[in-house]
């Protein structure tokens, strides 16, 4: 697959294709249905898929302080473009310029001259341009003008509801890991890289793997029963803390694993961390050593979950 990072980066090979657009935050169910939608009329037309998402996503830029945790960062939600069978994703950058951008600027711009789609799939409720004064409808009288067709996109329900990112990070948000299991389609995982921390869990028997996340806020916090995954051939179990480590006074978002039964190096791992079940919200405790206790019983209740699914 690949990832053109702008405008400026497309060339005339991109031009031709079928496409869609959005945050795709999650890549859940709905958004699934909408790949598997997108790849079937490429396949038709013997064309690229393609993608089209903004970073940051239009919150962030608009309403930076409220705008919702985000599922995926983009690495994350590339890795999953990957996944369901995309060509390409072109990363529009959300800026000043972007966001003044008239809905028929865009349209030429981006759709027209810069990637002469020859068909456009969408939700029937997607706005686009500044204030929003783009439309379905908009588009529908473009392909008439630019010659490509369009088609609203499938809704997908789960339980009567429409699948939503929102509905996702409830999910997470009260520790319901299989809600957000069934909303995804698949359990839910963190990813990055093992970096050296301070190396406070091995003066208590508890060694741990820690991920800086590369984000300010996440969209749940808590101690988990999890599986890592990018080190040995099988997924490898432990127990997880993910939060600011209030005990410690800290204050970055730190995901710190604990594998069981597992001695090796492996600082510098790019790994991925699947949550299983939630055990307990994170919590400040009045020393070191109530800590040590409260872990050691997280360590024997994620076990306890590892031996019941055997």
């Known amino acids: ?24 935050d999650g ?14 009329k490429a396949k038709d037309l013997q064309l690229s898929a ?11 830029f608009f309403a930076p302080n409220i705008a919702p945790a985000r599922l995926t960062r983009l690495r994350e939600k590339l890795m999953a473009m990957h996944r369901y069978g995309m060509n390409r994703v072109l990363c529009l950058c959300f800026n000043n310029q ?14 027209v001259k810069g990637l002469q789609i020859q068909h456009l799939v969408v939700g029937d409720d997607f706005r686009f341009g500044q204030e929003r004064e783009g439309d379905f409808a908009a588009l529908q009288q473009a392909g008439k003008e630019y010659g490509f067709t369009i088609e609203s996109q499938h809704t997908f329900l789960l339980g009567g509801e429409r ?17 957000a299991y069934e909303l995804l389609g698949r359990p839910y995982t963190l990813c990055g890289r093992i970096r050296y921390g301070q190396q406070l869990g091995r003066t208590i028997g508890f060694p741990t793997a820690n991920i800086f996340l590369h984000r300010q806020v996440s969209p749940f916090h808590g101690v988990f ?3 890592l995954h990018g080190v040995t051939k099988k997924p490898l179990a432990g127990v997880a803390n993910l939060g600011t480590r209030p005990t410690l006074n800290d204050s970055q978002l730190l995901l710190e694993v604990h594998l069981f039964d597992f001695q090796e190096d492996i600082y510098g791992h790019y ?6 079940r939630k055990l307990r919200d994170e919590q400040r405790y009045s020393s070191f050593d109530a800590l040590k206790q409260q872990i050691e019983i997280d360590a024997q209740q994620a076990r306890a979950i590892f031996s019941c699914d055997k």
């Not at 405008?7 to 079928?18: D, I, K």
Request: aromatic share 6%.
């Open 163 to 179: 699948v939503s990112s929102t509905r996702v990070r409830q999910a997470l948000e009260q520790g319901d890991m299989n809600s």
């Open 225 to 227: 029963a999890v599986t």
């Open 98 to 111: 972007f966001a003044t951008l008239s809905a028929q600027a865009f349209i030429q711009q981006v759709l």
């Open 271 to 276: 790994v991925e961390v699947e949550f299983v």
């Open 27 to 40: 890549v859940h169910l709905g958004h699934q249905t909408v790949l598997q939608q997108l790849s079937a």
């Open 1 to 24: 697959m690949e990832f053109i990072r702008n405008l400026s980066q497309l060339r005339p090979r991109h031009q031709g294709c079928v496409a869609t657009i959005g945050n795709f």
């Open 50 to 60: 393609v993608v089209i998402i903004f970073e940051p996503q239009p919150q962030e």
